[in-house]
């Protein structure tokens, strides 16, 4: 079952509202968000959440030491004593990333844990759901076959590279506008895995190259030498934009848009990233409206949304709807465009 991040997202909250413990097995390339959107349902339903890398652990890392104890009459056992990092109560996500990377003895004791919910004298308490990862084999990752028994028992789900459900992630995350601009004028950039590269543009690639642009670093140790050259020369076309705040103040009538479609692109999402209230919003959407032609009034509008959505503003985007007709039906358009994908 392919899915893209968010549709990810809306099926892991639903086996968790649902309380289906069932082992669940999320595949996808290197980068692309796997164990982020777990972590973030984890925290929308107040759960704990333990992130296992299979791949750096021994046997006896997951089942413990044996400790003898004596009878007191010359005799004794010895006890598995689990790892500390295994939960012993509450309600949780217990997360084994990376699970066919690790070799199939590590596989093989992670398969009981999986399948009966125990290892050694370890029992996982009831209220905890376990949900693995892993990369597939065509994406040139070093990993091993998973064994049949192991994988019968898993739903299987593979997340796959999706711009919109990035980018509601990235204005969500108040990723820096350039970088959001950038992949919004080049999308197929999001995730273009070269192996053959130590660095290559993905969703956790562009998350670290925004952090580096906005320390003011050149971003292509994160993205590589391709993206990082065509990212900076996308920088650079913002020397040519108009003021974006006096438009946001709404006094940008006598601005021009520029006709460069990177320019335009720069414009359009610098307007939607950068407008903090409805006021600001609908003066970036009228100035749009006499300087741009549809297509550019509903890429900011999709933007917008995007954006309003992910950080809870929907107060804001209820009052735009009322403001203009032809706003409001862009902004239904959006949502239904967004319901129907």
Known sequence: MSLTAAELQTYLHALVRGDLKLATMIWGPPGVGKSSVVAQVAAAHGLDFVDVRLSQLAP????????????????GVSRWYPPEFLPRDGRGILFLDEVNMAPPTMQGMAQ???LDRRVGSYELPDGWFVWAAGNRKEDRASVFDMPAPLANRFLHLTVRPDFDSWRA???GRNLHEHVIAFLTFRPELLHRLDPQQPAWPSPRAWEMASRLHRAGLDATPAIGEAA????SAFVRLYEQLPDLGIVLEGRGAGLR???????????VVGLAARAATADEAYHAFTWLADSAGPEWLQLYVATLVSKFQAIGQLAD??????RDERLATLVQTTLSLTESA
């Open 60 to 75: 006896t890392d997951l089942r413990g030491l044996p400790v003898p104890e004596s009878d007191g009459q010359g005799g």
């Open 112 to 114: 009981q844990l999986i």
């Open 169 to 171: 992630y990235a204005l």
């Open 228 to 231: 990082g050259a065509e990212f």
């Open 257 to 267: 848009l520029p006709d460069e479609p990177s320019v335009r692109y720069a414009a």
């Open 317 to 322: 985007l209820a009052e735009l709807v009322g």
